[in-house]
């Protein structure tokens, strides 16, 4: 059992904005805010009300106050309520308070801050005052746990039963977590306490050790993987994608983080599939539909995974090329879009598109009607740095290696001017590459490749097939080695 308690020491502050209110919210009959603090250990001190910033460990200053001589302050402002969230009451001297606000922005805080779980007393606020008991009652729980592991620890070689017997003195105590919870969601339903302890709990992962065959085959694994199939499925269960509040829960995007590198397997498909699912989840509220929107196309984006761009261009095409989604300024929208057409022609598994081009020795290529097992397409240029390195590289580690077995390198020049090229082509001896260019600019090779910096290559099958993009001269050299032995063919 994972218990998470929101603490933080070392913070940086930054001016926040507000924030649009949860939909489900009644609204209350007082505008604005009034939060009364009374802290008698920071008389004559400042203090700020802030959120936990959901992406870094930085919290959004809402408001300050200076307590007078005995204490007492007010955060105060009739003209703008405050979105839904875990926020905080910080102290120059590094205290804090931590509070929940939700459609009740009218209550009196008091506390001694050097024990502020067990001296803090919230008045007209009853989710602060359950948020605190709560608090004492997973100190408790947690008392327990470390006391299982002690005697646990204690045991000498334990067999099977004992092990189960503290596994279940474990579960109970969860059990009684989950329990709690339970009763706080139904006594509290759709508030900022329901919703954030909700969001505490994991998935309970049912025992596959007992449904698995024990003769099954490989089935350590095959336990690894119900497990992880099952975390997978239900990984949402506990999060409301429809709560605005897990803008200021700074949990919350590490715990996306953990979902897409963790438990998504990296296949474009499987992730465009796995980016639907919680976007539409959120879809009943713009504010989160547009910020997990936002999340899955960059985190589809910035994927280092080859290939992976996939993802990026159907996410693209579903949310931004059809105009849902409208909240990017017309220069934002255009790189995007932008981006989504540069590489849609050129994903992995598209079969390439033809490139006719003038030869380095008079006539027209095609890339298409090249014949060979494996071609590699290079775009280069003589006065690049990278290509002086790179491209003299393809000719030793790939083209003398893999060409008596076939390969071949369709090298298109970015320039126009022939002079350097040819140079460089003598100098390097690069005679048995298919050597071309595009002097009239017409092929336009740089959208459907996106060549926008050199070099940049591409291996194709035989049938012209893009199978990799995007690797280094070493990678591909790997790649091509497995491509060979599988048809049989070693090479070192």
């Known amino acids: 059992m994972k218990i998470i308690i929101f603490l933080s020491t070392c913070i940086a502050l930054f001016a926040c904005k507000p924030q649009p209110q949860q939909q489900q919210e009644a609204v209350p009959p007082q ?41 007492y302050g007010v955060f105060r402002r009739p003209d703008r309520r405050l979105g839904r969230g875990l926020y905080l009451i910080y102290f120059p001297s590094g205290n804090m308070i931590q509070l929940l606000i939700g459609s009740q922005q009218y209550f009196t805080v008091t506390s001694d801050t050097t024990d502020y779980i067990n001296t803090l007393v919230f008045e007209n606020s009853p989710e602060n005052t359950e948020f605190i008991e709560y608090q004492k009652f997973l100190q408790t729980q947690e008392k327990k746990m470390q006391e299982i592991e002690e005697e646990f620890s204690k045991e000498t070689e334990p067999d099977e039963a004992v092990r189960e017997k503290y596994a279940k003195r474990q579960d109970a105590i969860d059990e009684e977590v989950r329990a709690r919870v339970a009763g706080i969601r139904k006594q509290y339903p759709g508030t900022v306490l329901a919703n954030f302890l909700n969001f505490t709990l994991s998935p309970k992962i049912p025992d596959y ?16 993987r119900l497990s992880l199939y099952y975390l997978k499925k239900h990984y949402w269960d506990y999060t409301d994608l429809t ?58 984006f910035n994927h280092e995974i080859m290939g992976m761009d996939k993802a990026f261009v159907r996410l693209g095409e579903r949310y931004y090329l059809s105009g849902e989604a409208d909240w990017r300024t017309a220069e934002s929208q255009k790189q995007l879009t932008d981006e989504i057409y540069k590489r849609q022609y050129n994903l992995l598994g598209n079969t390439a598109l033809d490139l006719k081009l003038p030869s380095l020795e008079g006539g027209v290529v095609s890339l298409l009607e090249t014949q060979a097992p494996y071609t590699l397409l290079l775009f280069w240029e003589p ?64 959208t459907i490749y996106n ?42």
């Open 451 to 492: 060549v926008f910096s050199t070099p940049v290559l591409y291996l194709l099958d035989k049938d012209k097939k893009i199978i990799a993009k995007q690797l280094s001269v070493e990678q591909l050299v790997g790649l091509l080695r497995e491509e060979y032995k599988r048809k049989g063919i070693e090479v070192r």
């Open 243 to 300: 709560d605005t509040m897990f803008f200021r829960i700074k949990e919350f995007k590490p715990k996306l983080d953990r979902y897409f590198t963790t438990l998504i397997i990296p296949n474009p498909d499987t992730l465009y599939e796995a980016c639907v699912s919680i976007i539409e989840k959120a879809r009943p509220n713009k504010t989160m539909f547009r910020y997990l929107t936002e999340y899955c196309i960059m985190h589809a």
């Open 209 to 224: 050790s007992k449904t698995v065959a024990a003769d099954a085959p490989d089935r350590e694994n095959e336990i690894r």
């Open 383 to 446: 006065n690049c740095g990278h290509c002086k390195t790179v491209v003299p590289d393809v000719k030793k580690e790939i083209f003398d290696r893999f060409g008596p077995h076939g390969l071949k390198v369709f090298a298109v020049m970015t320039l126009t001017e022939k002079k350097e090229w040819e140079a460089f082509v003598e100098k390097n001896q690069l005679f048995d590459f298919i050597n071309c260019y595009d002097p009239n600019r017409q092929s336009n090779y740089w």
């Open 31 to 71: 505008e604005g805010y009034e939060i009364k603090l009374h802290v008698a250990k920071m008389a004559g001190k400042d203090a700020m009300l802030a959120f936990y910033q959901n992406d870094d460990n930085r919290v959004g200053v809402c408001d300050t106050v200076h307590l007078d001589s005995a204490g």
